[in-house]
Structures are given as C-alpha cells and as structure tokens.
C-alpha cells in the first residue's frame, strides 16, 4: 500500500464507487436476515462489525483487503440507519414518529459538520490510514451508548401484529409496484445528490474560485444545512409524509439547477451548498415509515421491518462518482438536477396513486 500516500484520501473515496454494484443485494440480505432477531443486540453487532471493517482498512497490507473493509462497514453502516430508524420510532408516540427518526440522523448529519472535515484534515497531515483510526476509535464508545442508553423494551413492546415476519413473507412486499416506485425515487433522489456532491470541491475551485483550504469550512457549511433540512424534515413528515418527499426532491432540484447557474459567485455558492444539505436531507425522515401512505393509514401503520430503502441510497457521500470532471465543473450539478427531478415525478406518481388507491378503497368500505 505503499503507492497510497495522504493527498490519496480523495481518490480512495472516488474508488468506492467500484463497491456499489455489490451493495444492494447484500444490503437488502442483512437486513431480511436480521428482522426477525432483537432490534437492540442487532444493532451492537452491526456497530462491532463497522468497527471490524474499519480496522481492517487501517491496517490492510494491500488495496483488495482495504477494499473488504469498506464492504463490510458499508454494509453494516446502511442496515444499521435501516434499524435504528424503526426502534426510534417504536419509542415515541404515533405522532412524533418521524421527529424521532429525525434525531437519530441528526448525529449522521452533525457528523457531516464535524468528522467529515475532520477526517478529511487527517487524511491530508498523517496519512488515509490515520482517517481509518480515528472512525475505528469512535466507533468503539458506539456500542456501549447502544447497550447503556437504548431500553430493552423496543423489543418486547411490538405487537403480535408489528412484529417481524418471516424472511419469505417479507420478500412478497416486492411483488408492489408502489414498493417499487419508492425504491426508484429513493435511489434517483440520493444518488442525483450525492453524485453531485461527489464533485463539490472541484466545483467550489475550479468555478467559485475557492482555495484548497477554504472547502473544509464549506462543507461545513453544507454539514450545517444537513442538520436543519433533517430536524425541519422530520416535524414536517410528521404532518403529511407524501408532501415532505415530493417538496423536498422538488426543491433539491431547484437547488442543483441554480448552483450549476451561479458556481461562478463565492456568495452563491455559499449560500446554495447550505441548500443543497438542506434540501437533499428534508426528507430523509419521511423515507423511514412505510411507502407512500393512504389517507386511512397515512398516520398509524405498523411497521414489520424497515421500509426505509437503504439498500437504495448512497453509503457516504462521493461514493457515486458518475461523469467526468472534465465534462465542466458544473456539470455534475446539472446531471445530479436532471436526476433528481426524474425522482420528483416517481414519487408524485406514487403518493398520487397511493391516495387515489386509498379513497378508492375508503368508498368501499362506506
């Protein structure tokens, strides 16, 4: 690993992108594999697993073996969200579900403002080893927060009804078109985003003439914007979860359209990478309960297992590395908007007809 030096740790980052054709299906595996077993003790083994991947990478002799290590944390690190998600909502009442959803990202999203920088700085003065360490050191005091702080009961308080069904039972949810559209507006969304953000410094260099040092406290920046689109997203999804997704993939395209305009002004630029966080993660909480709800259970549905497609979504961001920089240093955002406003009309499709399906079925009844 001695070609590895530490200006690498962006081109390690970019060299993830080799790892995605193998993440769905494994990520969708373990969670099927995992449903049926206690949410809390499920989530201490991924958290020791992430910390194995992460160890593996920062000692690995060789570049296939640091790859495993990212697999294994990769994996891990989604089915983790993809839990967790279920057993913050399990612990409040019905109409602060998604709020709850919300304060668990929000350490995923403070780790955007904080560790991300922070990892990239070790990266660039010790070494890409040195960014592997430090997430193996924090990693470690997670699994004691899990077993000190999370109560035994999330487990023993599901209903018959709520519990987790088999592993064959659970596949029939892909026999669902809407199950589908969902996954599709989820991956487009996410991926449109982060395949844009994967070029975020070049963009913030090359066109809104930033030095080097400036784009740590510019993905601060956008860091801080994470944390108020996931906190202002969650209250939101609480109210009406359909409006929450499709505002904020509309309003995520707006965002990128504009950036690719203005990349040229610093102030802009500025003010439009804080938007991009804010509205790339609005609607984070409102993917964690079911697919588009209809009106009679928009509120109280049970959840068996995650309905949160993580296997869907990007593991970190600048792991989708799509076109070329030297396509242009805009032209990422343009892609990434394109995208994104694809995923906007699958999911207007689906929450439409999800709510016609819903009255339909409410006449019925009537």
């Known amino acids: 690993m001695s070609e590895f030096r530490a200006g690498d740790t962006d081109f390690l980052l970019q060299r993830r992108a080799s790892e995605r054709p193998r993440m769905p299906s494994g990520l969708i595996a373990l969670t099927a594999a995992t449903a049926r077993l206690p949410r809390k003790q499920v989530l201490v083994g991924l958290l020791v697993l992430f910390v194995i991947g992460n160890l593996l990478s920062a000692v690995a002799p060789s570049y296939p073996v640091m790859l495993l290590g990212r697999i294994v944390a990769a994996l891990c690190h989604r089915s983790f969200f993809g839990i967790g998600s279920l057993v913050a909502r399990d612990m409040v009442a019905p109409e602060k579900k998604s709020r709850a959803v919300a304060v668990m990202f929000a350490g995923l999203t403070v780790a955007n403002v904080l560790c991300v920088p922070f990892g990239a700085l070790c990266g660039e003065r010790r070494g890409w080893r040195a960014a592997f360490w430090a997430v193996t050191a924090i990693g470690v005091l997670a699994p004691a927060g899990i077993v000190t702080l999370v109560p035994g009961r999330v487990d023993r308080a599901l209903p018959p009804t709520a519990r987790p069904a ?6 029939r949810a892909l026999r669902s078109w809407q199950v589908w559209l ?13 395949g844009a953000f994967s070029y975020i410094a070049h963009t913030f260099t090359e066109a809104g003439g930033f030095s080097s040092a400036d784009v740590a406290w510019l993905l601060m920046v956008y860091g801080v914007g994470l944390v108020v689109g996931n906190l202002f997203g969650g209250r939101a999804a609480d109210h009406d979860k359909d409006r929450t997704l499709v505002l904020s993939l509309l309003g995520l395209t707006v965002t990128l359209a504009v950036f690719g305009l203005l990349a040229q002004s610093a102030v802009a630029s500025v003010v439009l990478v804080f938007l991009l966080g804010l509205t790339g993660f609005a609607g984070d909480p409102a993917w964690s309960p079911a697919a588009p709800t209809t009106p009679r259970a ?24 799509w076109p070329s920089p030297r396509a242009g240093c805009t032209a990422p955002l343009y892609v990434g908007a394109g995208i994104v406003m ?11 007809t999800a709510t016609t399906q819903g009255a339909a079925q409410q006449r019925l009844m009537t």
């Not at 088999?166 to 596949?171: E, S, V």
């Open 166 to 171: 088999a592993l064959r039972a659970q596949l």
């Open 182 to 194: 969902t996954l599709a507006a989820t991956a487009l969304g996410h991926g449109g985003m982060f």
């Open 298 to 321: 928009r509120h109280s549905r049970p959840a068996p297992t995650s309905r949160r497609p993580t296997s869907a979504t990007p593991s970190a961001p600048g792991s989708e590395a």
């Open 342 to 352: 694809t995923a906007t009309a699958v999911m207007t499709v689906a929450a439409y």
